[in-house]
């Protein structure tokens, strides 16, 4: 099967680039011929992938990519109105090749964004994206509820997030990994900015706040950091100063490591790529590992007004001690498949 894929590849990496690139991987293991086009304005480590941040690009590669293409899956976290746009030229585009047209929405502002949409333009655009598409796949139900708004015909799913590990991720080794499996809980603070209310919020947590027993640390600070901001960290978190952890922002590998050990991600709020409101919001999400996959079951914004680094912190040690969610791998082997099934499955690559 030749599948185009459209969405956000590039570091720094979360849920959604590495839910992307696992997908990926996974259908050119099974001996899918993919392509793909990165719309993130960072640019792809892979150097097989098509970087297309402007609109201009990006009309060039999809048309150029889309010919011959048995799928069109676009996958994005939010519509800001270009995101918008390409989305709905990836579903024309399936149109006139007739091609399978399948979007993923990962959620993060459309359960907002999505219902704030102007009735002259953005509604409409969303009324004919969707009612083109032959599947649309939603990975929360507040998602799914604005979504509806804008349902035509019974094309959405709801499925549980999920990554698929690498079958060698148990074996991947590096300077951190022995320590990182002795740890009790790992929290998971990713690109992390400095300053911001997420940088505030993990100096808070490693510097005065009461922590589980064994409780680690792994941290991506973005753009090559200098090691003073490093130091000054490990310095000032006293008794956790051994279980703080720092890696590359743009390591694939070590960032799915660290996912299939951490029960707790931290990163800003983004969309395709790009980080939002980063003075004052922060996304905490909570996940679990079942087999050789990782879901994302709970997940929440906070929002600070004043200062309010201290009470997340508290907020999330509360996460780190609450129940876990189970989730088989069987589930999440059958979120894979709704998504192949959708694809064509009388269609052999």
């Known amino acids: 099967m030749k599948v185009l894929l459209i969405g956000n590849f590039a570091p720094p990496f979360d849920e959604e680039s590495l839910h992307n690139i ?19 304005e960072n640019r792809a480590a892979d150097a097989s992938f098509v970087n297309a ?10 048309l150029r990519h889309s010919i011959n293409k048995d799928v069109i899956h676009f996958m994005t976290r939010g519509y800001l109105r270009v995101g918008l746009l390409k989305l709905m030229l990836a579903v024309f585009a399936g149109t006139v090749m007739r091609a399978k047209r399948i979007l993923t929405i990962h959620s993060e502002f459309f359960s907002v964004l999505g219902q704030m949409r102007s009735p002259f333009g953005g509604t409409q655009t969303l009324y004919t ?12 139900r507040d998602t799914w509820n604005a979504a509806n708004k804008y349902m035509k015909k019974d094309n959405f799913e709801l499925i549980s997030p999920f990554i698929s590990l690498p079958e060698d991720i148990d074996t991947f080794q590096t300077s951190h990994t022995e320590r990182m499996k002795e740890m009790n ?10 300053p ?3 940088f505030d919020t993990l100096t808070s947590m490693v510097t005065g706040t009461d922590l589980p027993p064994g409780t ?3 941290i991506a600070l973005r753009d090559k950091p200098s090691l003073q901001l490093q130091h000054g960290l490990q310095d000032s978190s006293g008794e956790h100063r051994d279980r703080i952890f720092f890696i590359e922002h743009d390591d694939l590998q070590s960032s799915l490591k660290t996912l299939s050990y951490a029960p707790l991600i931290l990163r800003p709020m983004s969309c395709d790529g790009t980080a939002f409101f980063e003075d004052f919001a922060l996304c905490a ?27 997340a912190a508290r907020i999330v040690t509360t996460l780190l001690s609450s129940e876990k969610h189970p989730h ?3 589930s999440l082997a059958e979120s894979y498949k709704k998504i192949t099934e959708a694809y064509g499955a009388t269609i052999v690559p």
Not at 23 to 35: D, I, K, M, N, S
Not at 129 to 140: E, K, M, N, P
């Open 22 to 40: 696992c997908l990926l991987r996974r259908l050119q293991g099974e001996g899918h011929a993919c392509t793909t086009i990165n719309i993130s």
């Open 185 to 194: 809980c790992l929290i998971f603070f990713a690109n992390v900015k400095h």
């Open 129 to 140: 994206s969707f009612y083109l598409a032959d599947r649309i796949f939603v990975f929360d």
């Open 328 to 330: 088989a791998a069987e």
């Open 285 to 311: 999400r909570q996940s679990t590992r079942s087999g050789g996959w990782v879901s994302f079951p709970w997940g929440m914004v906070l929002v600070k007004e004043g200062t309010a680094a201290d009470i």
């Open 196 to 198: 911001s209310f997420l």
């Open 53 to 62: 941040a402007s609109t201009g690009r990006y009309c060039v590669h999809l």
């Open 216 to 218: 680690g640390f792994v």
